[in-house]
């Protein structure tokens, strides 16, 4: 029964559960409380955990990785052997460890993304699907550590797109050593809880998880082959993840197609053209997502899109949302609240948004989710600061920022650069938000819309 008690308390931090009642400021933490830091490394060995009671149930999970090579020495795309506690639901389990990302792991000596792989498929933290593959985001340019945790939060709570990432905040320890707050995060991969796709020989049968991942120039200067590692539409190429390369037999060239159809049916801007081939519901929440945070990248990349269905009812489908770090007034051009960004750098959003009745469903949608999803959304990330403040702080205990300039700082703004705390970092986020909810209720609602 405790362990249930346990269980319940570590996961309040990660947005799992939220009780009823009045919430306990991080002051009030009873000073008996144990803490794992508290727990010298000498202590742990490769392939030992910590007793389960040791936990500091007021804080975010652990998570406890051991292994005799350290991931952040090693290349990236090299997999070796790990074991890994969470001091609930497993202990010494042997993992594969490999780095992933590019510029967190390029510019991040200290706190680099990881890939997680278990011997079979895993849940963890409460999470309702069981999966091989997970992810640890670092957020080591993001100085709040929210702001992907608050994009996957706000599209789980929309239908439109068929799933979302699951997400929950950890604290990392490798080898004893304390590496920060890191964010535990679905692989964008096929399986239970993630896309739900089914592979065909047949490539006109075949369903689809692909991603717009850059500029083809980019691509090309790395070495990679058109239309043999990647196809472009439309000036963006596009990387497909699912089904493997290995399947390919003429695979690619059909999804190269479909997508170059899609494109013609979006720049005809002809209603039933495009519904014929794009599922409408599925582009409005993750079009709204994009906009409300003002995402970088949703113009070029990291936009991950699904092709499912069959006959007359295949589609291509929006979702999930993925890496939001330089979002939400923290990017270096387009800090503040106000103006159309997606909508703009997006070429299909762009077109998509001269139709009429299109830009009325996004005005409808809005008007839907700023009343329950998105005050949720911030209402969640007031919990976590308020309950969970000196948890994200031990972050930038262990990795020393605010006062300082690491070379990455210039991918900042100013506005980011100069908050010199934690709960600086958040508030100023949470009062962007506001900001922006504001200004787009104004556009989406104002004399100038199609529905006013």
């Known amino acids: 029964m405790w362990k249930v008690f346990l269980f319940v308390l570590l996961l309040v931090g990660c947005g799992v559960v939220e009780p ?40 975010f999970p652990v998570f406890w990785l051991t292994s005799e090579l350290h991931p952040f020495e090693q290349e990236r795309e090299l997999w070796h052997d790990a074991f890994l506690s969470d001091f609930f639901q497993f202990e010494d389990i042997p993992v594969r460890l490999r780095g992933r990302g590019n510029s967190t792991w390029w510019r991040g000596e200290e706190k680099r993304p990881l890939r997680i792989r278990f011997e079979e498929p895993q849940t963890l933290l409460g999470s309702e699907h069981a999966a091989a593959d997970w992810v640890l985001i670092a957020n080591l340019f993001d100085l709040s550590l929210l702001r992907n945790h608050a994009a996957f939060y706000l599209a789980d709570s929309l239908d439109g797109m068929d799933w979302a990432p699951f997400s929950r905040l950890v604290h990392l320890y490798i080898n004893g050593e304390y590496y920060g707050v890191y964010q535990l995060a679905d692989e964008r991969d096929v399986g239970p809880g993630r ?147 997606s909508g703009v750098y997006n070429i299909w959003f762009r077109e998509l948004l001269e139709v009429p009745a299109i830009k ?5 949608r809005w008007n839907e989710i700023q009343v329950f999803a998105v005050p949720g959304m911030l209402e969640h990330l007031d919990y976590l600061v308020y309950n969970y403040g000196h948890a994200f702080e031990r972050n930038f205990e262990r990795h020393v920022i605010f006062g300082t300039e690491p070379e990455w700082f210039a991918m900042l703004p100013q506005a980011t ?22 200004w787009l209720d104004t556009h989406f609602n104002g004399a100038g819309s199609c529905c006013h």
């Open 195 to 341: 896309a739900q796709l089914t592979f065909d020989v047949d490539p006109a049968v075949s369903e689809y998880f692909f991603e717009m991942d850059g500029r083809p120039e980019t691509w090309l200067a790395d070495g990679y082959v058109e239309d043999v590692d990647f196809f472009v539409v439309g000036e963006r190429a596009y990387a497909i993840r699912f089904p493997h390369r290995r399947e390919f037999d003429g695979h690619l060239e059909y999804l190269r197609d479909f997508v170059r159809g899609v494109d013609a049916a979006v720049h005809s801007r002809d209603l039933d053209a495009i519904t014929a081939v794009l599922d409408l519901p599925s582009f409005v929440d993750f079009y709204l997502v994009q906009e409300l945070f003002k995402n970088i990248d949703s113009g070029y990349r990291s936009v991950f899109l699904q092709v499912r269905g069959a006959g007359a009812d295949r589609r291509l489908y929006h979702g999930p949302v993925w890496d939001f770090d330089r979002s939400a007034g923290n990017t270096l051009y387009w800090t503040e609240p106000n103006f159309i960004h």
């Open 417 to 438: 650069r100069e908050i010199d705390s934690f709960q600086g970092q958040a508030a100023y986020l949470m009062s962007w938000f506001r900001s922006r909810v504001h």
């Open 20 to 59: 009823a009642g009045e919430v306990v400021p991080a002051a009030e933490v009873p000073d008996e409380a144990v803490s794992v830091e508290e727990v010298p490394a000498a202590e742990v060995g490769l392939g030992s955990a910590l007793d389960y009671n040791l936990v500091d149930v007021y804080n």
């Open 360 to 364: 009325r469903m996004v005005i409808e």
